[in-house]
């Protein structure tokens, strides 16, 4: 088993940054990827970036060049962060830490982020 909790999200203005945090526990050694999700209102879950276990990381087109996903790795948890710069109304949505394992998926319970313009 894998438990995701995260924190940050909120209200920001358009132009503006935040950070989403996803702290991963549990059976570590399974997880092959992480990412973030979002899913807005009326609108399909989507991937926004993603950082496997070798370090890669891969982003929506609609992301690129204004969020930045990293990972800090402690001994019993691994820490998921997505900078978020440069925001827009159009990146309000509830976000979703992911964490892929062989068998499946675990999911957070989702963060809302909200941009005002």
């Known amino acids: 088993q894998v438990q995701l909790v995260e924190s940050g999200g909120g209200l920001v203005q358009a132009g503006g940054s935040l950070r989403v945090s996803c702290a991963a526990s549990?059976?570590?050694?399974?997880?092959?990827?992480m990412g973030w999700y979002r899913q807005a209102p009326g609108k399909e879950r989507e991937l926004v970036a993603q950082?496997?276990?070798?370090?890669?990381?891969?982003?929506a087109d609609s992301v690129k060049g204004r969020f930045a996903i990293s990972r800090d790795n402690a001994k019993n948890t691994v820490t998921v962060y997505l900078q978020m710069n440069s925001l827009k109304p159009e990146d309000t949505a509830v976000y979703y830490c992911?964490?892929?394992?062989?068998?499946?998926?675990?999911w957070g319970q989702g963060t809302q982020v909200t941009v005002s313009s």
């Open positions: 992911n964490a892929q394992v062989i068998w499946g998926a675990y």
């Open positions: 549990g059976r570590l050694f399974t997880i092959n990827a």
């Open positions: 950082i496997t276990s070798g370090g890669s990381t891969s982003y």
